[in-house]
């Protein structure tokens, strides 16, 4: 979070493998209960969406230009002023 609000590059690429990972969590724990699902109750189901909410989202939010261009202004604020 702190790399983020800095600015780093890397930071936002953790970000970003986060969310695939977060996709890929989801995507197995569907699998792993994909023929009980419809007999969770709902509070399961839901917490399955999760994942994929969570790293959907923040893939979305990663990939916005809008935040590719602060992050960088915010990485290089100083330099071009000096």
Do not use: H
């Not at 590059?9 to 890929?24: H, K, Q």
């Not at 399955?48 to 979305?60: I, K, S």
Request: charged share 10%; aromatic share 10%; net charge positive.
């Amino acid at each position: 979070m702190v790399g983020l609000v800095r600015g780093s590059e890397s930071a936002r690429t953790l970000a970003v493998v986060v969310g695939v990972l977060n996709l890929l969590v989801g995507l197995l724990g569907v699998f792993q209960v994909g023929a009980l699902i419809s007999y969770l109750p709902l509070t399961l189901q839901l917490q399955l969406a999760v994942p994929f909410v969570f790293g959907g989202y923040l893939l979305w939010c990663m990939s916005q230009e809008d935040v590719k261009t602060w992050l960088y202004k915010r990485a290089f604020a100083g330099v071009a002023d000096a």
